[in-house]
């Protein structure tokens, strides 16, 4: 986020219910601070909004509001049509293309004429409309894209310029160019394909099914155009296509063909409403979704309900024979009879498989419940962890102790000590119920109540640890420092060396001079450049050590992306115990710490040498005058007999992340780099303002393939293209928690 924009922006999603409110794609703001006071406290029904191109406030569903940043707002106020930004807004994989384009990028513009359904050229310009309409359009305007033709296009640009006055220096003449939105733009070497066109109703944007020799799939019309006289349709697709169906199938069409692929509900009826969970038999299996919409539709006598499916199983967007009914992502929609769906029992507080967990979960008093039982193993993890209303579930601003917790206890013993050391009587009651109803549930059964965590906290409360304990968002270093070292008693995890004083803690936030040169650092360069420019030392190598990362508060991140370091080696940050010269590998006597930041050695580690290497790399002119340290040494130590130290090392078990106000987690439970599951105690929502969220724990291979790039690839990744919640680790990290597996895990 830009520090410099205090607006926060939605796009509406449903036409709002009150005269003058927004319809359905209306793009809107409001200021930031007062989002935030807002959404701090709870999820509001209501929310007031300014509409772009209006001057006064309206009332908007909060449910019917979908964040966008300022950039994705200005790209699709570049659409003149409401309906046109809703789709695209739900197509995504063109906006978020759009978001990363730049001034001489190749492109395709499609679908611009019926004569020219590609068009091949260079972005020249990206900028506002023009200036009328950037007055009218305030806070922002819309941003449209310049494009000088290439090739064979050349001279088929427009002859006026389009809406898009741009300020452009590139000299162009006027039939060189169009200007266009970003929903026209496809990067040049997209998979497209053009095919006869069988019905009229087709337009840009159209989801529609084909078929080949391979099978079928669906796809989006970006153009039409015509060859030899007959009708073309340019369709984004994977693959090539040969034939299109005459027409996509409508939700009621599909149920009418295939009146056995919805079973009728049986059992006693429950009322369901708008924003019910549900299930139904499908003919291939069952099925799960939210009811979006209920009513009669034309040519039908039963009550009907718009499902919102939770995979792409469905048919359309929300639209049915032309009538939009509500808004969600392509084929995510189905229509169906009221009476085929039932509550969802997953989630349902009488199904079998909840009420098992639930018994699991609050149960108290057995022998085994004495003492932690093992943390979840990485053969464990599918079945334990893996899906919805797994983890620890969210409540009240409560995200910053789900995910602090869920990060410690889940796959990790290293703080077990919590759990069962002696403890004083009046806050042995904390323990327990860390223990007892939050701890072992979580490795039992991998769920954890929200009563359960609101219990901790209000006996934080009644412990006199901050009077707002069950209602504000807390930071995970306040909540971890109470329970270690006020509740717990534990010894300091992390004791410090500097100037000769030794300085105990249980976290480290890392800070940085001014003249540092990390562009795209990772951990262990954060933490060596910090001790280095604050001339700090570790008194003991640390057992669990809890870093957090440079921020100015929890908006503001210093590093666009920070890379993991799996493994952390604290070796040459020891104040004391044998090192290796960094050169020969001998045993080291002397430090050098303004040869710290020097071009000729690596980015990485202290710079430590033998008395024979210091003299030579000290003999260069430009290091004489270097001030050298002696290194403290057991007495009487020889390298004797020792091909090579041992090194004191870290490894990464979990990573704290913040986006804007609210926590997750990502935990490391294996060896290799693909074992990473994400946390979010708030995933989802049932109910509404009186309902609960559903907290979700998903695999997250794809951490691993980022970590397997190579340092400048990785550079290059635009975090809104990272596959899956990968850029919330690489661009978010708050806190980086690691261990010690070579000590005790009790301390």
Not at 328 to 345: E, G, I, Q
Not at 640 to 665: M, N, P, Q, W
Not at 715 to 743: E, I, S
Request: hydrophobic share 35%.
């Amino acid at each position: 986020m830009d520090p410099k924009d205090d607006n926060k922006f939605f796009i509406i999603m449903e036409k709002q219910p009150y005269p003058r409110r927004g319809c359905a794609g209306s793009l809107c703001y409001l200021p930031r601070s007062k989002y935030e006071a807002i959404s701090r406290n709870k999820e509001p029904k209501y929310m007031d909004v300014t509409c772009i191109g209006n001057y006064t406030e309206d009332r908007a569903l909060f449910r019917d509001l979908r964040p966008l940043t300022r950039h994705e707002a200005e790209l699709l106020l570049g659409l003149d049509d409401p309906a046109d930004r809703l789709k695209w807004f739900l197509e995504e994989t063109s906006l978020k293309f759009a978001a990363g384009l730049t001034v001489d990028t190749p492109v395709t513009v499609c679908g611009y004429s019926w004569d020219l359904p590609d068009q091949l050229g260079i972005i020249r310009y990206i900028g506002p409309l023009n200036e009328r309409l950037r007055e009218r359009y305030k806070p922002i305007s819309g941003t449209g894209f310049e494009i000088e033709l290439q090739g064979k296009d050349k001279e088929k640009g427009q002859r006026d310029g389009g809406r898009f006055k741009s300020n452009s220096s590139f000299h162009m003449e006027n039939n060189e160019r169009l200007s266009v939105p970003f929903s026209r733009i496809r990067p040049p070497s997209a998979p497209q394909a053009s095919y006869q066109a069988h019905s009229s109703h087709i337009t840009p944007g159209t989801m529609v099914s084909y078929v080949n020799d391979e099978g079928s799939g669906n796809g989006i019309v970006v153009g039409l155009g015509k060859n030899l006289g007959e009708p073309l349709v340019c369709i984004d697709i994977s693959r090539v296509v040969k034939n299109l169906l005459p027409r996509p199938p409508e939700p009621m069409e599909l149920l009418d063909a295939s009146p056995a692929s919805v079973e009728p509900q049986t059992g006693p009826a429950t009322p369901l409403v708008v924003d019910s969970l549900v299930e139904l038999d499908l003919s291939e299996s069952r099925g799960y979704g939210v009811i979006r919409w209920i009513g009669h539709m034309p040519g039908r006598d039963d009550v009907m309900c718009g499902l919102e499916l939770e995979d792409y199983r469905g048919v359309s967007d929300g639209m049915c024979k032309g009538v939009r009914y509500f808004s969600c992502a392509p084929n995510k929609a189905l229509f169906v009879k009221l009476a085929t769906c039932r509550p969802d029992s997953r989630f349902s507080e009488h199904s079998s498989a909840n009420q098992d967990v639930a018994e699991a979960a609050d149960h108290e008093g057995s022998c085994e419940d004495l003492y932690p039982i093992d943390p979840i193993g990485t053969e464990q993890v599918d079945q334990i962890l893996i899906g919805r209303m797994k983890g620890i579930q969210g409540h009240c601003n409560s995200c910053y102790m789900d995910s602090a917790l869920f990060s410690l206890f889940s796959c990790s013993s290293v703080l077990d000590s919590l759990l069962f050391k002696k403890m004083k009587p009046e806050n042995s009651v904390i323990q327990n119920t860390l223990l007892r109803t939050i701890v072992n549930p979580l490795r039992r059964v991998g769920f954890v109540d929200r009563k359960h965590i609101m219990k901790l906290r209000e006996q934080l409360l009644d412990h006199g640890y901050c009077h707002t304990f069950t209602t504000d968002e807390k930071d995970p270093e306040e909540f971890l420092t109470i329970i270690m070292q006020h509740i717990m008693a534990l010894d300091p995890l992390l004791k410090i060396s500097a100037g000769g004083n030794v300085q105990e803690s249980y976290c480290y936030q890392i800070f940085l001079d001014q003249n540092h040169s990390l562009v795209l650092p990772t951990v262990q360069q954060l933490l060596e450049h910090s001790f280095h420019s604050a001339r700090l030392k570790l008194a003991e190598s640390p057992s669990c050590l809890i870093l957090q990362m440079p921020r100015f508060g929890k908006k503001f991140k210093m590093f666009d992306k920070i890379i993991p370091s799996l493994v952390l080696d604290v070796t040459d940050l020891l104040s004391e115990g044998p090192q290796e010269c960094m050169l020969c590998g001998n045993l080291a006597h002397i430090e050098c710490t303004a040869c710290f930041k020097d071009a000729v050695f690596s980015q990485t580690g202290f710079k430590i040498f033998c008395k024979t290497c210091s003299a030579q790399v000290h003999s260069h002119p430009n290091r004489q005058g270097h001030p050298l340290s002696q290194l403290e040494l057991p007495k009487d130590f020889t390298m004797a007999g020792a091909s090579k130290l041992a090194r004191d090392k870290l490894e990464l078990f979990a990573v704290l992340c913040i986006e804007t106000s609210h926590y997750v987690s990502f935990i490391k439970h294996g060896p290799t780099s693909k074992d990473w599951i994400f946390f979010d105690s708030m995933s989802d929502r049932e109910g509404g303002l009186d309902g609960h969220n559903i907290p979700q724990v998903q695999a997250c291979p794809e951490v691993g393939d980022y970590l397997d790039m190579p340092l400048a690839e990785l550079a290059n990744q635009v975090p809104r293209d990272m596959k899956g919640v990968a850029k919330r680790l690489f661009c978010d990290a708050y806190m980086y928690l690691y261990q010690n597996t070579a000590q005790s895990l009790y301390r």
